[in-house]
Nanobody, 122 residues
Framework: VQLQASGGGLAQAGGSLRLSCLASGFLDNVYAIGWFRQAPGKKREAVSC????????YYADSAKGRFTISLDNTKESVYLSMDNLKTEDTAVYYC????????????????WGQGTLVTVSS
């Protein structure tokens, strides 16, 4: 599985950005795709994950109510719409596939995209 992430950039606090992740390769066994992030000096953490077939989702507490994960019709692109951005959202964002998730957590299980930097200024 190959993943290509894009859409990062600079935003002001309160602003919005939309990240995209295009998945390619053998996707038949990729039931879910997720977004993770790593802020400077911190561990990589799950942000949001989505099941490609059922559309069920996971959101970290920090993302609930502000971020929305979605799929395109081909189910090969995953988007993360981020609204009301905060300075603490500044991080490198990675998409990963496949992932596993429950209502309480999401974990990576295979490939990573190259990461896209999101910087939120105050």
């Amino acid at each position: 599985v190959q993943l290509q992430a894009s859409g990062g950039g600079l935003a002001q606090a309160g602003g919005s950005l939309r990240l995209s992740c295009l998945a390619s390769g053998f996707l038949d066994n990729v039931y879910a795709i997720g977004w993770f992030r790593q802020a400077p000096g911190k561990k990589r953490e799950a942000v949001s994950c989505i099941n490609r077939n059922r559309g069920t989702t996971y959101y970290a507490d920090s993302a609930k109510g502000r971020f929305t994960i979605s799929l395109d019709n081909t189910k090969e692109s995953v988007y993360l719409s981020m609204d009301n951005l905060k300075t603490e959202d500044t991080a490198v964002y990675y998409c990963a596939a496949p992932v596993g998730f429950t209502g309480n957590e999401c974990w990576p299980g295979g490939s990573w995209g190259q990461g896209t930097l999101v910087t939120v200024s105050s």
